[in-house]
């Protein structure tokens, strides 16, 4: 069996024109974040890509002092981002599930989001999930559990107190 190491796998992002801005946009939301490389198209394969020479191609960037790696790639209309990919990012508390939820849905589209989830301004969907919800929604005390899952599901931004109150009765 071959052994991957975590560093090997890159997460690709499309975009139409945007790859440069949404780079910038992520690294100023997660702290320990960088761009950490930037590629133009050239002439070469002009008439297959169809970009002007010179306009950004790739852009990297790392988030979360490198634990996350990104290429984001202005490739055409083509293709759009859906909901059924997403990115969680679990938050110990409820000023952290703010912050993310405040600075991601500037611009994009929580209301019509449910759960903690949330599309950003350039269409990528993210999760939002306080870490305690995890505990409150496998816990075996199935009952408080149920409450717990269905005050989530009424919620859009989630909130940890509210949540809590369910599970507790």
């Known amino acids: 069996m071959t052994t ?7 997460t690709g992002l499309w ?11 992520y690294v100023a939301i997660f702290p320990d974040s960088k761009v950490t490389h930037t590629q133009r198209y050239t002439e070469a394969g002009q008439a297959q890509h169809g970009q002007a020479p010179g306009s950004v191609m790739i852009v990297a960037f790392e988030l979360l002092n490198g634990q996350h790696k990104f290429t984001a790639l202005n490739g055409g209309p ?5 909901a059924a990919v997403s990115f969680q990012i679990d938050c110990a508390d409820q000023a952290e ?3 993310y939820w405040d600075k991601l849905t500037e611009g994009g589209d929580a209301a019509h989001q449910q759960c903690g989830w949330l599309q950003d301004k350039f269409g990528v969907s993210w ?3 306080p870490a305690v919800l995890k505990q409150l929604l496998s816990s075996p005390q199935r009952e408080k559990s149920d409450r717990a899952m ?15 109150k369910a599970f507790d009765g």
């Open 4 to 10: 991957v190491s975590t560093n090997k796998i890159t």
């Open 15 to 25: 975009f139409d024109g945007q790859a440069e801005d949404a780079a910038n946009f």
């Open 78 to 82: 083509q293709f759009s981002h859906s």
């Open 97 to 99: 599930v703010d912050y």
């Open 127 to 129: 999760q939002v999930i």
């Open 150 to 164: 269905k005050a989530m599901m009424g919620m859009k931004k989630l909130n940890i107190e509210e949540l809590q």
